[in-house]
């Protein structure tokens, strides 16, 4: 719905299609809560679906603590290779020091 207006806005929604979210009991739900596909990719109930501007991933509910662990430490080591590089450090000291950039 509103995609006009939505990619007007230039905000960052993600679908596989459209769907007509006001069918008013015209629309009848048929089955929820169980294993799907989304182009070709196995989607499990409780699984994390992420997406953004670079592409979508679908995490198993099973890995969602550990990669959410990792992603958070990868975050970090990222904001303090940004602040090294703006106090001046360069590239090489810190792969050296650090042995990420």
Do not use: C
Not at 16 to 29: E, Q, W
Not at 50 to 72: A, M, N, R, Y
Request: glycine share 10%.
């Amino acid at each position: 719905r509103d995609v006009r207006v939505i990619r007007e806005m230039k905000f960052p929604v993600f679908t596989g299609g459209i769907n007509p979210v006001d069918t008013k009991y015209r629309g009848k739900l048929t089955w929820y809560d169980v294993p799907g596909k989304i182009h070709g990719v196995e989607v499990q109930s409780g699984d994390l679906v992420f997406g953004d501007v670079d592409g979508v991933v679908v995490i198993p509910k099973k890995l969602v603590e550990t990669v959410l662990d990792k992603s958070l430490q990868k975050v970090s080591e990222e904001n303090m290779v940004r602040k090294k590089l703006v106090s001046g450090e360069s590239l090489e000291k810190i792969f050296a020091d650090h042995g990420i950039l």
